[in-house]
């Protein structure tokens, strides 16, 4: 005897009634089951025939389910007839005056169980994937697909059609065998066949046809139901057709079809890709409200969206939060993460994220590192992004062109001019990816900031050759070059390719002039002078006001105040630094103090000075060095004429100049001020425990302020 657990484990030949069901339709998770349809979440494991060819309908249905066969409803029995041809199988069928049983106890360890197990439905769904799997290899005709659907013989069951097409992978074929079996069957619900199509669709990607075979269902007169909707968007998601997704979302109200929270939460995504960031926020407030299943994907939509509207603060955030209800980030939500902090230049969150993704288990990818270079580059951590090009290359990965150019990019900005060239090389030997434009406009900026004059032009050359024009931002950079390496004729004959190529002067290309002039000897500004003026009067007319000895009063002030309302914001401070130092350079302090005061009355310098009880300071940092004397000059008497009219000092006087150097140059303004307060004896000294800050007490302030008898300015 068997205990019950054993008996119900072994039950066998029962009487069941199937439940028609379409294949759930997935945004991601498939759990839409609906009343009148078959839902196979696992397939059974497949045993071997000797025939694929079989009569399904000689199959035995009491045989016992199996329980990897899920979701299996009980709401609609199968047809009658197979009823009775199933009945007068049962082992009590032959006695007429005994009561038929709807199931039998069967020895698990018997023959007889052995051969009921053979005719299970598990051998009948492996039969039906075989149909389908020959479906999918047969020609797309409706000779061969017939010939492949003849073997369900003449009386088709609903349920086997439904499996049939929902193991179905080729478009093309299962469209046909849909129409022979549509053509066959008189099913319960027409639209499961539909679904289970659209659901083939889903899996070869082929949009158009799911929209066809939609109006073919309108034409009929079949009505959609939610998983139709659900699976024409959950095709359109796979497509990458974010629009299309919110369009048949938008239309399932007409058919008064309700979203579950599955589909609300792949809407999400939808929106988001398509571009409706209110819409996919105003969701994902509502799924965390109503607690809706957000998938990975999702997660990584929004993340990309608080990326990009510039809410940085938004994606980490949403990362917490789905720490929190359990999903684990895969690789492609890092790469989101560690691109939109990026994007924020936070390198030290970079780092973090980085850590923790390794620290998951996670290998990085192409797509990680190129986040990391972008992101690097754009905070000019030189030294890390160039560790990531390293491993890349270790890792026998291959960089696109826009990395390789990234990387120039951050050289040029960060002064890295032996790695730049190593990496160019690199790019040249790669055989995957050539330098373009914007190559070779990288490797000529950073050789002219060096002022290597021959490494330029050769440069400029191989990009001739290469069939690149040079456009403005190449010929900025070899008047910066010429101005450096004080060839005042190659300036002008740059400047002159410049208009015959037909190119207008921007801001920072006259800022870039403009620079030149203060690295340019007296007695040849003049050869500057009418390039400045053809490349932007209003700067012609205060570059030669400076140069002339008397001005009418206020009118450098004017025409300065005019040029600097007609510039981009991003170069006043440029503009307004060149044009001091050029006045100094040329020993005209009250002109210098003149636009330095101009600077300040307009908010081109901010923050320039502080005051506390107990220190004032004076904030050099951002200025250029002439900008920087001057604004010391000026600060220096008025402190002389705070102690002439006997207002107390604070205990401290401090200045800082910053602690860092010009990336293609040794001195940064902290050596060059150090020089310059021994000159003028200024008890001004270095603070050891502050970098960049030269401080001094009120007593020996006060006593230099009362020796100095008359203000000088020195220029270095």
Same mark, same amino acid.
């Given at each position: ?152 013989g003449d009386r088709i069951l609903e349920q ?13 074929? @299962? ?43 309108l034409e009929t007169g079949v ?56 819409? @996919? ?346 900008? @920087? ?71 020996? @302030? ?15």
């Amino acid at each position: 005897m068997f205990d019950k657990a054993q008996n119900r484990d072994t039950l066998v030949g029962r009487t069941m009634a199937f439940h028609l069901c379409s294949s759930p339709s997935s945004l991601g998770h498939d759990r839409h089951y609906l009343h009148n349809s078959v839902s196979f979440l696992q397939k059974p494991t497949v045993r071997s025939f000797g025939n694929l060819f079989f009569q399904p309908n000689s199959l035995s249905l009491h045989s016992r389910i199996s329980p990897r066969i899920a979701q299996v409803s009980l709401q609609d029995p199968i047809p009658q007839e197979t009823q009775k041809l199933d009945a007068s199988n049962a082992p009590d069928s032959q006695d007429p005056g005994r009561k038929t049983k709807s199931y039998i106890w069967v020895n698990p360890r018997s023959p007889r169980a052995s051969k009921l197990r053979q005719h299970s439905y598990d051998a009948r769904y492996a039969s039906l994937v075989k149909i389908a799997e020959s479906l999918d290899s047969c020609e797309a005709t409706e000779e061969d697909v017939s010939l492949v659907l003849r073997c369900l013989g003449d009386r088709i069951l609903e349920q086997d059609a439904v499996i049939v097409l929902n193991n179905m992978s080729n478009p093309e074929t @299962a469209l046909l065998a849909f129409g022979f079996l549509r053509k066959r069957l008189k099913p319960s619900r027409e639209v499961i066949l539909y679904n289970v199509t659209l659901k083939v669709f889903r899996k070869s990607r082929d949009f158009d046809r799911a929209e066809k075979l939609f109006d073919e269902m309108l034409e009929t007169g079949v009505k959609p139901d939610n998983v139709t909707f659900s699976t024409i968007i959950s095709c359109a998601r796979v497509c990458s057709m974010p629009n299309k997704a919110v369009e048949w979302f938008e239309k399932m109200p007409e058919f008064g079809c309700r979203p579950d929270d599955v589909t609300y939460s792949a809407m999400i995504d939808a929106y988001g890709r398509a571009g409706n960031v209110d819409m @996919a926020l105003s969701l994902y407030d509502r799924a965390r409200t109503e607690k809706w299943r957000i998938d990975p994907v999702t997660f990584s939509t929004l993340i990309r969206i608080y990326g990009m509207s510039g809410n940085f603060d938004g994606c980490l955030n949403v990362y917490e939060e789905m720490k929190v209800l359990g999903v684990k980030p895969n690789l492609v939500i890092y790469n989101t993460l560690l691109d939109s902090m990026g994007r924020a230049k936070r390198p030290w969150q970079v780092k973090n994220i980085y850590k923790e993704m390794t620290n998951n288990g996670l290998q990085p990818n192409w797509g990680t590192y190129a986040a990391l270079i972008r992101a690097y580059g754009r905070a000019r951590y030189g030294e890390d992004a160039l560790i990531v090009y390293r491993e890349i290359k270790e890792r026998g990965l291959e960089l696109s062109v826009v990395l390789y150019n990234t990387l120039l990019a951050m050289c040029a900005d960060v002064g890295c001019t032996e790695e730049a060239a190593e990496i160019f090389e690199d790019m040249k030997s790669s055989g995957n990816c050539m330098p373009d434009s914007w190559t070779f406009s990288s490797m000529i900026t950073i050789y002219s900031c060096s002022g290597k004059v021959s490494e330029a032009e050769a440069m400029l050359n191989a990009m001739l050759e290469a069939g690149y024009e040079p456009n403005i931002f190449v010929l900025t950079s070899l008047i910066q070059c010429y101005g450096i390496a004080n060839r005042t004729d190659d300036v002008v004959k740059t400047f002159d390719r410049l208009l015959e190529l037909d190119i207008t002067p921007d801001d920072r290309f006259c800022g870039c002039m403009l620079n030149v002039m203060t690295q340019t000897p007296k007695e040849e500004l003049g050869k500057l002078i009418d390039c400045i003026d053809k490349a932007n009067p209003k700067l012609g007319i205060v570059v030669k006001l400076l140069l002339e000895d008397q001005n009418e009063e206020g009118t450098l002030r004017k025409e300065a105040s005019e040029l600097f309302d007609s510039v981009s914001v991003d170069v006043k401070k440029a503009y307004c630094n060149c044009l001091i130092d050029l006045c100094v350079n040329l020993d005209m302090l009250e002109k210098a103090c003149e636009l330095f005061d101009l600077g300040l009355t307009l908010e081109v310098y901010t923050d320039i000075q502080s005051k506390s009880p107990t220190q004032w300071s004076l904030y050099l940092k951002s200025l250029s060095l002439g900008a @920087a004397l001057t604004a010391l000059h000026i600060w220096m008497n008025d402190l002389s004429k705070a102690v002439e009219s006997g207002e107390e000092l604070p205990a401290v006087l401090g200045i800082n100049t910053g602690h860092g150097k010009h990336k293609y140059s040794d001195k940064g303004l902290a050596s060059v001020f150090e020089s310059h307060l021994k000159e003028l004896n200024a008890p001004f000294h270095e603070a050891p425990d502050k970098i960049g800050w030269f401080l001094t007490t009120k007593v020996a @302030a006060t006593s230099w302020l009362e020796s100095r008898s008359s203000p000088e300015l020195v220029a270095a």
